[in-house]
C-alpha cells in the first residue's frame, strides 16, 4: 500500500513540476509566415466589393514579400489561433494596404 500510495505521489508531483513550467512558444518557418499572410491577404480582400480578382492574387503575393522584409531569420512566433502577433498583424496590414491603394 505504501509503494502504491508513493508511487501516485511521485506521479502527482512530476506532473505537477511539468506543469508549471512555462509553455514553449510554437514557432513557425519563413515560409509558413509568408503563406499565412497570402491566406490573410487573399481572405480580407475576396470580400472587398468591386475588387479585381484577376490582379488580387499577384498584389496579395506582393503585399506577403513586403511583409516578410521586416522580419529577419527562418523561425517565428507562430500565430495562435489564426491571429498574428502585434508585429506580424501590422506588418501585413500595412503591406496589404499599400499593394491595394488606389492610385
Given at each position: 500500500m505504501r509503494v502504491i500510495s508513493g508511487t501516485v505521489a511521485a506521479v502527482a508531483l512530476a506532473v505537477g513540476v511539468v506543469g508549471a513550467m512555462p509553455a514553449s512558444a510554437d514557432t513557425i518557418s519563413r515560409d509558413?509566415?509568408?503563406r499565412k499572410f497570402l491566406d490573410y491577404c487573399v481572405n480580407t480582400q475576396y470580400r472587398v466589393e468591386g475588387i479585381d480578382r484577376n490582379s488580387m492574387i499577384d498584389r496579395c503575393?506582393?503585399?506577403?514579400?513586403?511583409?516578410m522584409t521586416q522580419f529577419e531569420g527562418d523561425s517565428f512566433d507562430a500565430p495562435s489561433r489564426s491571429k498574428f502577433t502585434a508585429e506580424q498583424d501590422r506588418a501585413i496590414r500595412a503591406a496589404v494596404a499599400a499593394a491595394f491603394a488606389k492610385k
Open positions: 509558413n509566415l509568408a503575393r506582393k503585399a506577403s514579400v513586403q511583409a
